[in-house]
């Protein structure tokens, strides 16, 4: 059974970093692609960062990028979302999802498992 769980998620001040953590179970990480989303209250899911199945390619919203790292660890079948500069409007639910295709889609449909969410609180 293919299981994805976060962690990390807390209450922030703005410009605090937060590492997010995705650990499966049930699947080979390093056959995946694995995509981190998040959700506001009253808005879409939105794409925030994606990393294909070989490591090799990963894909940044244009809201995040040079703030948020994306990675992951085969060996450990753990990813992770590194947060830095974070600000108010980075709060949200962020949930890490699996790709089976491993192209690392920023497409949520693409994604055949997900997480269970982690809530992300940026406010002073």
């Known amino acids: 059974q293919v299981q994805l769980v976060e962690s990390g998620g807390g209450l922030v001040q703005p410009g605090g970093s937060l590492r997010l953590s995705c650990a499966g179970s049930g699947f080979t990480m390093g056959h995946y692609a694995i995509g981190w989303f998040r959700q506001a209250p009253g808005k879409e899911c939105e794409a925030v960062s994606c990393i294909s199945s070989s490591n090799e390619r990963t894909h940044y919203a244009d809201s995040v990028k040079g703030r948020f790292t994306i990675s992951k660890d085969n060996a450990k079948n753990t990813a992770y979302l590194q947060m830095n500069s974070l600000k108010p409007e980075d709060t949200a639910v962020y949930y890490c999802?699996?790709?089976?295709?491993?192209?690392?889609?920023?497409?949520?449909?693409?994604?055949?498992?997900w997480g269970q969410g982690t809530q992300v609180t940026v406010s002073s």
């Open positions: 999802a699996a790709e089976v295709l491993g192209k690392g889609s920023p497409l949520a449909a693409d994604y055949d498992y």
